[in-house]
């Protein structure tokens, strides 16, 4: 079976939270379903956000979205039915759940924002591993020592929160890319459209997530640990609310 590249309209609104399209085809896998649609609004697993969740709805069932994934250009929805059935050629609505959609976004630009402003803080850090989901991090080599306490670096973020800096996210060539950012991953590819997100006042950097495009949206961060060991540096942070 030859899928289609799946149409991304998360990449072309991030806020955009229901689609009516058409389902390409649907496997059983177990007790669950796995659900190919011509075009989605849910994002998948990558770049350490995790992938949303929502409903897919055709005229004759309902399954819930718990896990979406991507494969060669290709977007895969694992579903649990609710009822009915959901078949290959159905009009399908997709509903996304927002309030989980929201949080990872404001998580994963917090993340940004906190390397920003930590480069612009600490120089001869090198980004390495990081995580936008439940226990957000970010990784850096090598150890250094002289880095901000906690609390330094979480006034300096919140402070640009309150500005509200704008947030950018577009596609960029590899060529535009090394003009615009300050740091690129030496395995990035050099031949196809690349996504960028750039905080108003700072670098660009390669990222394929979904992102808030205020910095006012974020909330409220929190540092919860600034570490220098092992050869590397591990930051650990928290999105809240704005008070």
Request: one cysteine or more; glycine letters at 8%; a negative charge.
């Amino acid at each position: 079976m030859i899928y289609l590249q799946t149409d991304l309209i998360y990449y072309q609104d991030g806020y955009k939270t229901s689609l009516t399209t058409e389902i390409q085809r649907v496997i059983q896998n177990g007790d669950k379903l796995i659900v190919f649609l011509d075009a989605t609004i849910f994002y998948p697993f990558g770049g350490g956000q995790p992938s949303d969740q929502g409903l897919i709805a055709t005229q004759n069932g309902k399954a819930n979205v718990i896990d979406v994934q991507m494969r060669d250009g290709i977007v895969e929805h694992t579903c649990t039915l609710i009822e009915g059935s959901v078949e290959e050629g159905e009009e399908a609505t997709l509903t996304l759940d927002w309030n989980r959609r929201h949080f990872n976004m404001r998580v994963h630009s917090a993340g940004h924002l906190i390397h920003d402003v930590l480069m612009q803080m600490v120089d001869g850090l090198t980004p390495g591993h990081g995580n936008h989901g439940s226990k957000p991090f970010l990784e850096y080599s090598p150890e250094v020592a002289n880095l901000p306490s906690k609390e330094a670096l979480q006034e300096a973020v919140n402070k640009i929160i309150q500005e509200g800096r704008k947030i950018i996210t577009r596609e960029t060539s590899y060529d535009e890319l090394r003009q615009l950012a300050k740091f690129i991953p030496p395995n990035l590819p050099r031949n196809k459209p690349l996504r960028i997100i750039q905080i108003d006042g700072f670098h660009a950097m390669p990222d394929g997530g979904t992102q808030v495009r205020d910095a006012k949206e974020i909330g409220r961060v929190e540092i919860t640990s600034v570490n220098s060991s092992n050869g590397k540096v591990t930051i650990k942070y928290r999105v809240y609310d704005a008070n």
